[in-house]
């Protein structure tokens, strides 16, 4: 039987602990190294994270060209849908800023005589060039009346635009403003740009 002396350890037990501290020390580095140590991510923020490898240079100068030719229609084509759906970051100066959006709602919530601009013109346009006297005589008259009705309307249109912007943005500067709605009161609903936000005969 071995005597002990008070304070010191056993050699085979104190290898023993060291091999164990050791060993749990090892698997803690390969735990964390593996990535174990945290949550599994989602597999979509997993995927949205994964960006790829980048497209590799061009070798020649024509297929570089190429490259060119369609990154620019794909910015091309984003501004286009940009400025089509209002965005002002895609618009000219003329259309940005929530004044001209509000005048644009209140010129495509109504039934504006100068829509119809371009079906008079071309109806008047084909009577004057019409053998007949009357017939051109008439054609004369649609013109001169819908011309009359176009000044009238875009009188009442000016007002409701100067009206609007002013209970909505009253210290916002309206130079301009009126003849921003008025001519695009003279463009086919369809064919306006931006595209309308809002249905006709709805509160703008």
């Known amino acids: ?29 390969l735990v964390r190294a593996s990535g174990k140590g945290r949550p599994t991510p ?31 229609a794909s910015r091309r084509s984003e501004s286009r849908h940009g400025a089509a759906r209002g965005d002002d970051s895609y618009l ?8 001209r959006r509000l005048v644009r709602d209140v010129v495509d919530t109504r039934r504006n ?20 006297v009357v017939v051109k005589g008439y054609a004369s008259f649609l013109l001169f009346g819908f011309f009359l009705l176009l000044i009238v309307d875009s009188f009442l249109l000016g007002r409701r635009i100067t009206k609007t912007v002013t209970q909505r ?15 695009r009161s003279t463009m086919i609903r369809r064919w306006r740009f931006p595209k309308p936000d809002v249905s006709p005969n709805a509160d703008a």
Not at 53 to 65: D, I, L
Not at 92 to 99: I, K, L
Not at 169 to 183: M, N
């Open 1 to 29: 039987m071995k005597l002990r002396l008070p304070g010191r350890r056993n050699r085979a037990e104190t290898t023993e602990a060291t091999s164990s501290d050791a060993s749990t020390d090892l698997t803690e580095q």
């Open 42 to 72: 989602k597999r979509n923020e997993a995927q949205g994270r994964r960006t790829g490898p980048p497209p590799p240079p061009p070798t020649t100068r024509k297929e570089a060209y190429k490259r060119m030719r369609a990154q620019q």
């Open 92 to 99: 000219p100066a003329r259309d940005r800023g929530p004044v």
């Open 113 to 132: 005589v100068g829509s119809y601009f371009l079906v008079i013109a071309g109806v008047a346009l084909i009577g004057t060039v019409y053998p007949s």
């Open 169 to 183: 943005f009253p210290d916002a500067p309206r130079r301009g403003l009126v003849w921003y709605g008025i001519s």
